[in-house]
């Protein structure tokens, strides 16, 4: 349900439509936390968003473009565009609520 992007990936994998990114790393507390949270919320979301993830130590080039300086940050993109960045550990209420207002 949650797609793993890569530099050469990523922005062609995020262009259309809805999109929620998760950028993280293997070593990140939060983001070992937030990981089952955005795997539950892209279940019951379906089709309506895409959901991928970024390791940042594996894609500096992408966390760097988009000035990534904690993880976990999440992005959403519609159409290509970031609409909204979230920082840090949120509950599923709380992203939902925030994917909604892009749908």
Not at 45 to 65: H, I, L, P, R, Y
Not at 76 to 84: C, L, M, R, S
């Amino acid at each position: 349900m949650v797609t793993e992007l890569t530099d050469q990936t990523f922005d062609e994998k995020t262009n259309n439509g809805v999109t929620f990114t998760d950028f993280w790393a293997t070593w990140c507390g939060p983001c070992r936390m937030q990981s089952p949270v955005i795997e539950q919320l892209a279940e019951e979301m379906g089709d309506k968003v895409f959901f991928s993830k970024v390791d940042v130590d594996a894609n500096q080039e992408t966390a760097a473009k988009f000035g990534i300086m904690s993880i976990p940050t999440m992005l959403i993109k519609k159409d290509g565009q970031v609409v909204d960045t979230i920082v840090g550990y949120h509950t599923k209420e709380q992203l939902q609520k925030k994917l909604e207002a892009y749908i």
